[in-house]
């Protein structure tokens, strides 16, 4: 019998097959939950067409009618938002629909890049697919989250080629510490938690949207 179905959206081509990953390894790594799928990402094709008006509607509507669909998870950068506003923003605008299943927002700050930057001791060094990928003695000095223009930074110290985050996020989000990226990075704590209130909403049936302003974001 096909297993129930998380459907990720997202915001641009990297994190069409980078967030699955992710998605994946947290609930099998970490949730120890193999009961539960993660469907193909719905690619939005750049922020702005989840942000602009009835954009994030739309794709949420499409999640919805995928197979076996019990939830789904939006994933995109706050950039230069504070990204729990942004995400109050969206959750709220989902809310509307009134759909008959749970919803999650999660906002990177500022990046999903940022990420990386959180266990870039595990990252450095590490061929990406065949390439010699970044520098093994690459060191960031700085607040992960405060920093802008994470791609860039990658960029400058890739060891050959540049940083395409297409080719380059799924392979880096498979070399991501756990332990390392929650310690260090608050957006991270809270995707991991908006994945707990998704798979308690899930098991329970309860067609919710969070975060909201009345259920502030836990670390």
Not at 30 to 43: L, S, T
Request: with cysteine; charged share 25%; net charge neutral.
């Amino acid at each position: 019998m096909p297993l129930p179905r998380i459907v990720p959206i997202v915001e641009g081509h990297g994190e069409q097959n980078a967030v699955p990953l992710l998605l994946r390894r947290l609930l099998h790594e970490v949730k120890q939950r193999f009961d539960i799928e993660v469907a193909a990402a719905k690619d939005a094709n750049g922020r702005n067409n989840l942000l602009k008006e009835s954009g994030l509607e739309k794709f949420l509507r499409f999640a919805r009618l995928e197979v076996n669909a019990v939830g789904a998870i939006v994933i995109l950068d706050a950039e230069s938002d504070c990204a729990q506003t942004l995400a109050y923003k969206l959750a709220q605008r989902a809310a509307k629909l009134h759909l008959p299943l749970p919803v999650v927002i999660v906002c990177a700050t500022c990046e999903y890049e940022a990420w990386f930057l959180a266990s870039l001791e595990t990252i450095g060094g590490q061929a990406i697919k065949g390439s010699p990928g970044i520098k093994q003695n690459a060191v960031f000095k700085g607040e992960i989250e405060e920093k802008r223009d994470v791609k860039g930074w990658l960029d400058s110290n890739m060891l050959k080629g540049s940083y395409k985050p297409a080719e380059h996020q799924a392979p880096l989000t498979g070399m991501i510490d756990f332990t390392l990226a929650r310690q260090r990075s608050r957006s991270f704590r809270r995707l991991e938690h908006a994945l707990d209130e998704l798979l308690d909403a899930i098991d329970n049936q309860t067609p919710m949207v969070t975060p909201l302003p009345k259920t502030p974001d836990q670390d």
